[in-house]
């Protein structure tokens, strides 16, 4: 009887921590959402929301139509690029998932809302010859150095900067040599296959920790 008491003790208590959870607001959600390889990209979105006071709100309020509100005004009352107010809105979209998986609201809003389009931007590739002429260049220090390797390293593997700051030892398979990391970005796991070229350009013939960076000192930047 006292083992009854006690789980519906517990549970009226969890009850009630999540009622009051669900009185937080986006800006509180997201910061501790954050992921440390996109640093700046959080700062800067956090500090766009407590300027305009446009995510003070509770969890339990944000409707549909609060979003679609808030998207027409990224897109119309201000002057900011669509790509810049899609990844505004990408923050939001993010915290309410986290909220959901944290069981703090029932569903996400956000699924009906429609994605922001941008447009399609020119990517402009390196020429075999320019990538080579930027191999046989010296760069002096250590930093300079690092920099100059995981722009070579990108090169070969087509992964994102924010991807390179945060690629481990432990998210390469020797054995095949590719690559399984979530992305930064996208949050999507990705298995990229690693050219010869691009394994020896990190291949320092030593033992690594598997938590350990490949390119530590992109932490300096």
Not at 8 to 16: A, P, V
Not at 55 to 69: G, M, Q, T
Not at 81 to 98: D, E, P, Q
Request: with cysteine; net charge positive; charged share 35%.
């Amino acid at each position: 009887m006292q083992e009854q008491k006690r789980e519906s003790k517990n549970k009226r208590r969890m009850g009630t921590a999540r009622s009051v959870k669900r009185e937080t607001n986006i800006i509180r959600l997201y910061r501790n959402y954050k992921r440390q390889e996109e640093r700046y990209y959080h700062n800067q979105r956090l500090a766009f929301f407590n300027k305009h006071n446009k995510a003070y709100v509770a969890l339990s309020s944000i409707k549909e139509k609060w979003l679609e509100d808030l998207q027409e005004y990224l897109e119309h009352d201000i002057e900011i690029k669509n790509s810049t107010a899609k990844g505004y809105m990408g923050v939001i979209r993010r915290a309410l998932k986290k909220a959901v998986r944290d069981r703090l609201i029932p569903r996400d809003p956000s699924i009906g809302v429609r994605t922001i389009k941008t447009q399609e931007i020119d990517k402009i590739y390196l020429e075999h010859i320019e990538i080579q002429r930027l191999a046989n260049t010296p760069i002096n220090g250590e930093l300079g150095a690092e920099i100059k390797k995981a722009f070579l390293f990108a090169c070969f593997t087509g992964l994102r900067i924010s991807d390179i700051k945060s690629l481990q030892w432990g998210d390469i398979t020797w054995e095949t040599l590719h690559i399984a990391k979530r992305q930064e970005k996208t949050e999507c796991k990705v298995f990229v296959p690693l050219h010869e070229t691009a394994w020896k350009i990190i291949n320092d013939s030593k033992i690594h920790n598997y938590k350990e960076l490949v390119f530590p000192q992109l932490t300096k930047t």
